[in-house]
Structures are given as C-alpha cells and as structure tokens.
C-alpha cells in the first residue's frame, strides 16, 4: 500500500510541475499578446488621431494669428469713430473667433489651452486698457494706440504660438 501511494506521488509530482510550467508560459504568453494587441490598436488609433490633432492645433494657430492686435485691427476697421463701439467690435470678433475653435480643446493638453485662453484674455485686456487712456478720444485714436502698443512689447498670442510649436513637436518626435 505504502508503495502504491510512492508510486502515485512519484507519477503526480512531475505532472504537477509540468502543469505549474506550462500555466505560466501560457499566461506570459496570454499577457504579451494581449500586450501587443493593445499596441496595435493604440499604433492605429493614433494614425487616425493625429491628422485631427495637427488640424487642431493649425486651427489654433490660425486664431491667435488672427487675434493678433497688429492683424486684427487690419482686418476689424471701425464701423463708427466711437472709441467704444469699436473696443466692443474688437472683442466680439475675438470671442466669435474662439467659440467657432472651442471644440479643439479635446486634441490639445489643458496646459496648451490654458496658456491660448491667457492669451486671448491678454488680447481683450490690451484692448481695454488703450480704450481707457487718456488719449483716445476715437476709433482711429485706440488703433494708434494699440499699434503703437504692439510695437514696443511683443504680442500675447506669440507666446501660445510658441508652446503650440513645441507641443506639436514634442508630440511628433521632431
């Protein structure tokens, strides 16, 4: 009996030991398919992303070019010679500009979109601040001062330019 009950151990442990190895290759190699199948979809997902993305980002440039005081006040002429008609003409086309790219913000990071919302504030508050000087009587008076503005320190939208361009190349590895 006692020999039976060696000879069953004897028979038992290495089948126990094959089946122990043979669990574990096959869940290693469950896992690593498992692995590179969610690589593959990731790699296709972000062949189809990418092109949304770039357009995104290019969508984005292009209003904080357009919202550039020096190219906005070339493209916005002043309806009336009321310093404020024109002040609120300024400001409505550059929140008009942002709500027609608001959906963008899903391709980009929160900190790139937080720093072209900063800029579009900056934008509106350059305007506000000429419009309350001293020296603007008129439309024409706020342009002037708003060039004259623009020429002696840089542009809020060259800085979100400037992180637009190194996010985008970050992300395509340039």
Partial sequence: MEDKIFDLIMYTIPAI????????????????????RRYLLHKD???????LRLQAYERLSLF???????KLLVRVSPTSSDKNDYERL??????QEFDHNLSQQIYMSDQCWSIIIASKNSTIQLIRKASLSDKVTSADKLREVILTEMMESQAPSDTALSYIKKEVADFLHV
């Fill in 45 to 51: 997902a972000q062949k189809e992303a990418l092109p």
């Fill in 90 to 95: 300024l400001i409505m086309s550059i929140e």
């Fill in 64 to 70: 904080l070019e357009r919202i550039t005081p020096s």
């Fill in 17 to 36: 030991i094959t089946g122990g190895i043979a669990y574990f290759f096959f869940r290693d190699h469950m896992s690593n398919e498992d692995k590179r």
